[in-house]
């Protein structure tokens, strides 16, 4: 029976989690796999339900954190050497920067027979300065040197890390998509549609924006802030809009509302309606986006972004950055409207174009449902990777 040991940066929400939960889940029976991750950040909600949903018992390791600590990293290191030592993988499988830095080095270290890497994003703009840049480029590269195998989860990330950042040859990377069980985004519409627009006292006649996702800079909230006050600013209609998340820009954004003249609330605090929400993160993304018309993002960059692909599955378009992975997630001009990650302008049009249009928010209800169902499957994922690891062992 192959074995398999994967390992996480973090159990945090989002695309990483899933993908190592559902691979460790539904791999074929054949395999035995082992999963290791590093803890969630304090501003961070845990993702520990969605193993728990799955019946996954990880092991974590405090030590393996996101900032970039000599002791900490090392400690980490050491206690997946010795995991390493004890499972015997014949593969290590990592997922993300600080895992994929850590574990490989510890694989190659062991001897482990194939290493594979999933980049899920990457760092190789709108980080770090271009020196910080330029050493984990070079790092990368050494590890790419060594791994069995690179996955990218677009063909966008594969060019770019084969072509624009240089990191591995094209032929040893395989492009895997994400995958979900996007089920539960069709079932109860209506019932969670009414749940969540009765908590957060939104009228029939009001449209509802929402925006997913860790409150940090790399997540650009200042686009869509400025974008939606040139929005309340020009249209007729009753808009509201709710970023669900938290992070260390928390305090910015409000900051920055306040400056624009955006009525605020802050739902955990006290609730009132208001042009702009900040709700916190909330376990049940599925009753957001039954609650809402319309599902935003503003990221300078990105691999492929859970939030999108769980809006279309919900049946709600997309405005978004066109940045990283979006082109392979979103269908420009049919399940949602796409503008550049510096144009304020014509994201707010954007905006506004889907808020007036109740016919172009209704075409796109319909498109986003037929394009994700198959193309982010996690039966699809599964069947994608049981592939790449029977190339590998064999």
């Not at 290493?115 to 070079?138: E, L």
């Not at 509201?240 to 605090?269: H, K, P, Y």
């Not at 075409?363 to 394009?371: A, F, L, P, R, T």
């Amino acid at each position: 029976m192959p074995k398999i040991l994967r390992i996480i940066n973090r159990f945090n929400i989002g695309g990483p989690t899933y993908n190592a939960a559902y691979l460790t889940k539904y791999l074929p029976s054949d395999y035995e796999t082992l999963l290791i991750g590093g803890d969630n950040e304090e501003s961070e909600d845990s993702s520990q339900h969605i193993l728990e949903d799955l019946g996954i018992n990880p092991t974590i390791l405090p030590e393996m954190q996101r900032a970039i600590k000599f002791g900490n990293d090392y400690a980490a290191y050491k206690k997946i050497k010795e995991i390493i030592t004890e499972f015997k993988p014949d593969i290590v499988h990592t997922h993300a920067s600080k895992a994929g830095t850590l574990g490989r080095m510890a694989a190659f270290s062991a001897k482990v027979p194939a290493v594979v890497h999933t980049f899920h994003g990457h760092v190789f703009h709108s980080y770090f300065n271009k020196a910080k840049t330029t050493i984990f480029k070079r790092i990368e590269r050494k590890l790419a040197e060594k791994s069995s195998a690179i996955v990218a989860i677009s063909d966008i990330q594969k060019y770019e890390l084969g072509v624009i950042h240089k990191i591995a040859p094209l032929d040893k990377i395989t492009v895997i998509p994400l995958g979900f069980d996007l089920a539960r985004f069709q079932e109860n519409l209506d019932l969670k549609r009414i749940q969540f627009r009765r908590e957060y006292e939104i009228a029939d006649d009001e449209i509802a924006i929402g925006i997913i996702g860790r409150l940090v800079p790399i997540k650009n909230h200042e686009l869509f802030l400025r974008a939606l006050k040139s929005v309340l600013d020009r249209t007729t209609k009753k808009v509201r809009a709710f970023i669900v998340g938290d992070g260390e820009s928390r305090d910015d954004i409000i900051a920055l509302a306040n400056e624009l003249g955006i009525d605020i609330c802050q739902s955990t605090i006290q609730l009132k309606k208001a042009p702009l929400t900040l709700t916190s993160w909330i376990k049940n993304i599925d009753i957001v986006n039954a609650g809402v018309d319309i599902i935003a993002l503003s990221s300078l960059n990105e691999g492929t972004p859970v939030s999108l692909i769980e809006a279309q599955a919900a049946n709600n378009p997309i405005v978004s950055t066109n940045v990283g992975g979006i082109e392979n997630v979103v269908l420009q001009n049919k399940t949602g409207l796409l503008s550049d990650v510096t144009d304020v302008y014509s994201y707010a049009n954007n905006l506004l174009r889907l808020i007036e249009d109740d016919a172009l928010r209704n075409k796109m209800k319909i498109e986003g449902w037929n394009h994700v169902k198959n193309k982010f499957s996690h039966t699809r994922l599964v069947n994608d990777m049981h592939n790449l690891y029977s190339k590998l062992l064999s």
